[in-house]
């Protein structure tokens, strides 16, 4: 690397939620990243495989083992920072997630987050985004059954983000949420559910602000029903 050239990454000073202790994590930086489409499930692929922001969402602390994203609230409920301690940092073998992570390591460090998120009751709707991108890395190495398992985690988590309407005040509107439980149900052969809720965002139409997951909806509802229709030829 040149003089001139500037590092896609960068170490970003952290503190705690939990132990208030502060620790280095890395991240990526923005003008750094290229994206050249989207999945269906909106997972961003990137023009260069080597610089994946996904990998570094989560910063887990060294100190007590805690970690989280930049969606979890600072808000820790009665009895839940003692629930952590006693599941979490009571195990917690110190090490540093800081620096280049691996595919291996970006997992474990969500599987931490969902972790920290469960103890600490984070809305169902952050645990699912952590479910969504785990299953995202796995396609990325083509791991199917591992891709699928944790598509079908995420899924669930939205269902119950969405009856909760823990979603209300973030950025997922309700069009954004019932179209990616469509989507995710149809990935994994859920086609009750999958038709279901295609059908809602679609009849949704005229009320929502979201022109194009409306039309992201109606494209993918083609798609199925002409890939049904091949199936019923073959």
Not at 31 to 38: E, I, L
Not at 83 to 110: D, L, P, Q
Not at 150 to 169: C, E, P, T
Request: proline share 3%; with cysteine; aromatic share 12%.
């Amino acid at each position: 690397m040149s003089i001139m050239e500037i590092s896609p990454f960068y170490e970003k000073k952290m503190q705690c939620l939990l132990c208030k202790e502060h620790f280095p994590t890395t991240r990526i930086r923005s003008r750094q990243v290229r994206v050249s489409d989207h999945d269906s499930d909106f997972r961003p692929i990137y023009m260069n495989k080597e610089i994946n922001p996904l990998f570094y969402n989560v910063a887990v602390c060294p100190h007590c083992g805690f970690a989280y994203t930049d969606d979890f609230s600072p808000y820790f409920g009665p009895g839940t920072k003692e629930m952590i301690a006693k599941n979490i940092t009571a195990k917690w073998r110190s090490r540093s997630f800081g620096g280049i992570r691996t595919n291996e390591e970006a997992v474990e460090a969500y599987k931490l987050a969902y972790l920290s998120a469960n103890f600490k009751k984070e809305k169902h709707l952050t645990m699912a985004g952590m479910m969504l991108r785990i299953a995202w890395i796995y396609r990325e190495t083509e791991q199917n059954e591992q891709e699928i398992r944790y598509l079908r985690i995420a899924r669930d988590l939205y269902l119950q983000a969405f009856s909760n309407g823990d979603y209300v005040g973030t950025q997922m509107s309700e069009t954004r949420v019932q179209y990616i439980i469509a989507e995710l149900s149809w990935r994994i052969h859920d086609r009750a559910q999958a038709i279901m809720n295609f059908s809602r965002v679609i009849e949704a139409q005229k009320r929502s602000t979201e022109p194009t997951i409306i039309q992201l909806a109606k494209d993918r509802w083609q798609e199925i029903r002409d890939e049904e229709a091949t199936n019923k030829i073959g």
